[in-house]
């Protein structure tokens, strides 16, 4: 499903717009959010959502995640957990969508990490022709990530080139 046809139609498409671009979309009017989670519900999209208002530390984050995406037992409840795990995930219908509410509740570094990791998931699901996307809610709109999904330019495998200071 990852495919959309190269028309004027599709361009409008809340999906594409925010692919186009990368994999999440920042909402601080919760009428907005709405008004998407409804398309994406309509198009036949899974939307999961969160409160991540309730995630006072790693334990409870990693907890909701785990629960809710019914990680397996051994879940690591980190980062690199996290990373793997949503690579394993079943994705139905048209894809999938994950809210985040009250995201700005979320330590900064923390909540950047986070965005990575779901951006470099939703990179590989497209290349199984999966789409995951992240929208997320934050209550201040003064509120500012980095870029999220973002890879260095990386030499072609015939031409893999050492690094500075290493041994060719």
């Known amino acids: ?6 028309e ?27 008004i998407d989670m409804s398309w994406f519900r309509n198009q036949r999209y899974r939307v999961m959502e969160f409160d991540c208002a309730t995630w006072k530390d790693d334990e409870a984050l990693h907890a ?45 570094k923390t909540a950047q990490a986070i965005l ?7 990179r590989f699901h497209l ?11 934050v209550d201040d709109a003064q509120v500012k990530y980095d870029a999220v999904g973002a890879t260095p330019v990386f030499w072609n495998r015939y031409e893999l080139l050492p690094l500075p200071g290493e041994k060719a």
């Open 1 to 6: 499903m990852a495919a959309f046809k190269n």
């Open 8 to 34: 004027p139609e599709e361009w409008q498409r809340p999906d594409w717009m925010i692919l186009r671009n990368g994999w999440v979309s920042l909402y601080s009017k919760p009428e907005f959010l709405l």
């Open 64 to 108: 909701d995640l785990k629960r809710r995406f019914r990680f397996p037992d051994a879940y690591g409840n980190n980062l690199n957990a996290l990373k793997d795990s949503l690579a394993e995930v079943s994705v139905p219908g048209a894809g999938l969508v994950v809210v985040l509410h009250h995201f700005d509740a979320v330590e900064k």
């Open 116 to 122: 990575e990791v779901f951006a470099e998931n939703a």
């Open 127 to 137: 290349l199984l022709a999966e789409r995951i996307i992240t929208l997320v809610q």
